[in-house]
């Protein structure tokens, strides 16, 4: 055959990175590109900005009091007559790097706790217990006795805004893992039984490796899911805790904070409601399609498709 | 043994192998019982040749498979191969031990991973206890994909993409990866065609002409262990019941149950076909949570005696090679 002699004399060739494989398929996810567009515009946007918006967020201007859109003020200024602007690049800034660190966080301590349930028997009671108890845990409450508690000493060991967000990040990061923990557990019960894995123990492949090589490729999509409704999920939260008064200090702007702000006269102007909630729905939306789009290109059977 | 080639050293050596999995039951999860999927089972296979291990379906032919891999941590009884015991070798220690030891599954779709390409499924192996350069291992990989008939140009691509023959060719070669002395062949032909099926044993004979493979080989298809097997084990109900070579196995088969599977074979001629005389036994297997007291085919066996139900029989060589567990036999 034809074949044979051009394969055998045709150096084969370097394996391509399979990474580029990935983001060729990702390509593809019209809505993925989209969002991933957006959320690299948003993110720009709110670090970038201010080094060309240079109002001060907290500065405020009298004679500007809920002014509507000018071209001193594009979104109009607040009853205090601070830039909305500004407040709003500023609070992204927040809002963003709290949502994604407090995703990261739960989403790491889900996954842990999940695989460790999942795979090893022995565990599986006491951890899934431990789950059930968190999520038993009456939340308001218990976020109130933390922030009281831990707000001051980490205000002093690393000054009022980190303190606060190292707070802000842990309290989410710890009360929303469980919904994870409890789907991966799931997941790694039905995969733990494949044939593939028994393979890999055959061949004497260690547990620990097992689990990075084989368990936690193939759960990737539900933890996709749970990572991108995470990052809503940590958005709104910490606003709910800022209008609760346990978050950011009532002057430092954050998109729930503005959001709330604003809630009083929605009658009035409701363009100030409009704005940072169209950036938290946004961020969300896009957050949810690179999230969906990364889900497909990870998994080789959609992928080429 | 029987054939020239085939040498007299035991690679392989099965005593009393027991594997027994707990039934818990009831609100404090107490053990009221247990599995026996394979009762007390022994054998020995010889370097070089090729075991068949026959039964029906849950007759723990792949639990036996598996327990003498230590893919499970067994109940009872001792496994030797190579001259070392492995029976009850704790699993950490047993890693030095796993490229002696290989298995080919029996569904190459479920037996792969999905999100890993060939050329890593076949390199796992080689990850784990070979330590390659980059360069050598691909060498090493793409050499494999030869042995086994796989286009090199296919080392890139994921298991979805592969027809079942192809995706159970890369199971063969993960299972060579190493250099096995001994491969536990767990119904490597029962997921696929025909035609393919063909294909993969004559594969799995040349693999093992060309490395001194042995194997264990286990399946529910007669024709094909008849094809590939120098000696042939007969399951029921977690015993090997009769053990011979394959000659003597299929043309004077002594146990009542191997008579009976061995009736079951469809005859291709028509009109030899009218003629067959098939044993039918009646009844359903017991259940190996609460197999039946004496021998453990007394429930179905056309030849029963009164003996078979009280005394459960002991394996016995009645001709040189040929191993029958049956009171018909017993001479003492």
């Given at each position: 055959m034809s074949d044979a002699t051009v394969t055998t004399t045709v150096k084969p060739?370097?394996?391509?990175?399979q990474w580029w494989d990935v983001w060729d398929q990702f390509k593809t996810h019209k809505g993925a590109m989209a969002g991933l567009i957006f959320f690299v515009f948003i993110v720009l946007a709110v670090y970038l900005g201010p080094f060309l918006w240079?109002?001060?967020?907290?500065y405020i201007d009298f004679r500007a009091r809920?002014?509507?859109?000018?071209?001193?003020h594009p979104f109009g200024a607040d009853q205090l007559g601070r830039d909305i602007l500004a407040r709003m690049l500023a609070g992204g800034q927040v809002s963003i790097s709290v949502g994604l660190t407090a995703m990261i966080l739960s989403l790491v301590l889900g996954t842990f706790v999940g695989v460790l349930a999942g795979y090893w028997k022995r565990l599986d009671g006491m951890l899934m217990r431990l789950t059930d108890l968190f999520l038993a845990l009456p939340l308001l409450p218990l976020l109130m006795v933390i922030i009281m508690l831990f707000r001051d000493p980490l205000r002093k060991m690393f000054g009022l805004e980190a303190g606060i967000f190292i707070l802000i990040v842990f309290v989410i990061g710890i009360t929303s893992w469980m919904q994870t923990a409890r789907i991966v557990r799931g997941d790694v019960l039905a995969l733990k039984e494949r044939e593939y894995v028994l393979a890999a123990r055959s061949i004497g492949t260690p547990s620990r490796r097992v689990v990075l090589r084989h368990i936690l490729p193939n759960i990737m999509s539900p933890i996709m899911v749970s990572a991108t409704l995470g990052i809503a999920n940590a958005i709104i939260t910490e606003s709910a805790l800022s209008f609760l008064g346990l978050?950011?200090?009532?002057d430092y702007p954050t998109w729930g904070r503005l959001l709330f702000d604003a809630k009083d006269m929605i009658q009035q102007y409701p363009e100030r409601v409009i704005w940072p909630g169209l950036a938290i729905s946004l961020t969300v939306l896009a957050v949810n399609y690179i999230g969906d789009g990364l889900r497909d290109a990870l998994d080789p059977r959609i992928r080429g498709r | 043994m029987l054939d020239d080639t085939k040498s007299n050293k035991v690679l392989v050596e099965v005593r009393d192998l027991k594997m027994h999995f707990p039934i818990h039951a009831g609100v404090l999860r107490k053990?009221?019982?247990?599995?026996?999927?394979?009762?007390g089972i022994s054998f020995d296979i010889y370097e070089g040749e090729t075991l068949g291990l026959v039964g029906e379906s849950g007759c723990g032919k792949s639990t036996a498979g598996r327990a003498i891999l230590r893919l499970y941590d067994i109940t009872e009884g001792t496994i030797r191969i190579d001259g070392v015991e492995?029976?009850?070798?704790p699993q950490p220690d047993l890693r030095k031990m796993r490229p002696t030891m290989q298995m080919v599954f029996q569904d190459p779709q479920a037996s792969?991973?999905?999100?890993?390409?060939v050329a890593a499924i076949i390199g796992e192996p080689l990850d784990e206890h070979a330590r390659l350069s980059k360069a050598e291992k691909r060498e090493k990989v793409l050499s494999l994909m030869d042995a086994v008939g796989l286009?090199?140009?296919?080392?890139?691509?994921?298991?979805?993409?592969?027809?079942g023959g192809q995706r159970q060719r890369i199971g063969i070669a993960r299972a060579l990866a190493l250099n096995p002395k001994f491969i536990v062949c767990?119904?490597?032909?029962?997921?696929?065609d025909v035609s393919i099926q063909a294909q993969v044993v004559n594969l799995l004979e040349d693999l093992q002409e060309e490395f001194g493979l042995t194997y264990l080989f286990i399946s529910h298809d007669l024709s094909m262990v008849r094809h590939i097997a120098d000696r042939v084990a007969v399951m029921y109900l977690g015993r090997v019941v009769e053990l011979a070579s394959r000659e003597t196995l299929f043309a004077d088969p002594k146990h009542p149950y191997t008579q009976a599977l061995l009736s079951a074979v469809p005859e291709p001629d028509p009109w030899l076909e009218e003629k067959v005389e098939r044993i039918l036994l009646q009844g359903d297997v017991p259940s190996p949570s609460n197999p039946p007291k004496g021998c453990n085919f007394c429930t179905r066996?056309?030849?029963?005696?009164?003996i078979c139900r009280e005394i459960d029989p002991l394996g016995q060589e009645?001709?040189?090679g040929h191993q029958v567990t049956c009171h018909l036999y017993q001479t003492t």
């Open positions: 060739k370097a394996p391509r990175n240079k109002i001060d967020p907290t809920n002014q509507g859109p000018s071209l001193a978050g950011f200090p009532p | 053990r009221v019982g247990e599995v026996k999927a394979v009762d492995i029976g009850h070798t792969l991973n999905p999100r890993m390409s286009n090199r140009d296919f080392a890139n691509r994921y298991p979805h993409e592969f027809s767990d119904e490597p032909i029962a997921a696929l066996c056309p030849q029963v005696m009164d009645i001709a040189p």
